[in-house]
């Protein structure tokens, strides 16, 4: 057993993680992306290639359903992680090291696999009846279907497959027509997002957004600096643009990613974990006008991005805030500017001046830019491909914490 122990301790010294965040949890996805990257382990995308399960923030209990059925998903030898929105970067780093040990005891995953077999697989049957639906967060039904970091549960279906009904296409043709739902748990996915579409051969129809509940209290990180000077706090114009930078790069991380271009995602996300973590502007400037640079070079994601999730003026005047013009036009003109301002704000991280204004990342932070971008989605997405709808979405990156969080903005 100790030889069988050791080999496993060598064979997850670089964890594989699912991570699920709740709503309000950033703060604590970013201190278990950048350990694991420390512990030369990834994120991964989907349960089946996880080792670890990793639950950041407080879900409610339509995400907190979502994340038990993902835990049924992973294979063995396996270990959950659950961590609080408060959780510091050494709560991070010890549970992981309990996750690791846990994944080395052989007796106890033994027994886990004894207890998984003893259950039997999943059956439409091990569901409580509701008419065919999951309810998700008490916020809307989804017709029977859900899907977890890309592997979907179809209660009530033959063989776990979704059943299809047709009707016309726009071109008057008789199709399949599907349910398909993307969230709530999604690899490089907004957390706590579920769009429900209608879909017919790989073309979205029809959308429903929503947005599931966490139990987080405070404000939204990547809104912090701006909050807390419009609550009369001294906050310097670096410390702000350090985390705008972050942000952008953040989200610059996921689009590159559902892009298919992991080495530039993960050059993105190295780059927001130093920032989050203040190092330097001497240093980190240069590494970031180089990664700015390559991005912008790539005729290939050009040529992918363009013309792709167009938000027209007159679509942007009837749902976004006025001072959300950055986001008209189509997914590489939102990454170039993404980019632009990336490249900006790295300039700025040793600028002492007070901070004066409310622009966040997103727009104005007492503006919920946010809920503007997810009621948007379903005009947006009307028309598209499976794969654009993925790439706007990604390209859109609404911060949900800005809607489950009321914003503490004086005057309000």
Not at 144 to 150: I, K, L, V
Not at 252 to 280: F, I, T
């Amino acid at each position: 057993m100790g030889l069988k122990a050791g080999l496993f301790r060598f064979a997850h010294a670089r964890p594989h993680a699912f991570v699920i965040t709740a709503p309000g949890a950033t703060r604590t996805r970013l201190f278990v992306e950048a350990e694991l990257t420390r512990r030369g382990g990834r994120p991964v995308r989907s349960p089946a290639a996880a080792a670890i399960l990793v639950v950041c923030g407080r879900p409610g209990a339509g995400l907190a359903a979502a994340a038990d059925t993902i835990w049924e998903d992973v294979p063995g030898p396996r270990a959950l992680v659950r961590l609080d929105e408060v959780a510091s970067a050494e709560d991070v780093a010890a549970e992981l090291d309990r996750a690791t040990r846990e994944l080395a005891d052989t007796s106890a995953q033994w027994a886990d696999a004894l207890a998984r077999k003893d259950r039997g697989p999943w059956s439409p049957a091990d569901e409580p009846d509701h008419g065919g639906h999951m309810e998700h967060g008490g916020h809307m039904e989804h017709g029977g279907h859900m899907e977890h970091g890309g592997h979907e549960h179809h209660m009530g279906a033959p063989a776990g497959l979704a059943m299809a009904g047709r009707a016309a296409d726009r071109d008057g043709l008789k199709l399949d027509v599907l349910h398909i739902p993307l969230g709530p748990a999604l690899a490089d996915w907004p957390a706590g997002l579920v769009l429900d579409l209608t879909v017919q051969g790989d073309v979205v129809q029809s959308a429903e957004a929503v947005v599931m509940d966490g139990s987080a209290a405070g404000p939204a990180f990547w809104d912090e600096p701006w909050l807390r000077a419009a609550a009369g706090e001294r906050v310097t114009t670096g410390d702000a643009e350090r985390r705008r930078a972050a942000s952008h790069l953040d989200s610059a991380g996921r689009l590159l990613a559902v892009a298919g271009w992991d080495s530039a995602a993960d050059q993105a996300r190295v780059l927001r974990d130093q920032l989050v973590a203040g190092e330097p502007q001497s240093e980190l400037a240069p590494r970031v006008g180089r990664f700015v640079r390559r991005a912008r070079r790539s005729r290939t994601l050009r040529w992918m991005l363009g013309g792709v999730g167009v938000i027209d003026p007159e679509l942007a005047e009837r749902h976004l805030p006025k001072a959300s013009t950055g986001y008209v036009g189509d997914v590489f003109a939102r990454l170039s500017a993404w980019l632009d301002t990336i490249g900006e704000a790295a300039r700025r991280l040793d600028d002492s001046a007070p901070l004066r204004d409310l622009d966040g990342p997103r727009g104005p932070v007492d503006g919920r830019t946010s809920a503007a971008f997810v009621a948007m989605l379903p005009e947006l997405l009307e028309g598209m491909e499976l794969a654009a709808a993925r790439l706007t979405v990604a390209s859109l990156d609404p911060d949900l914490d800005q809607i489950g969080v009321p914003a503490e903005v004086s005057g309000e």
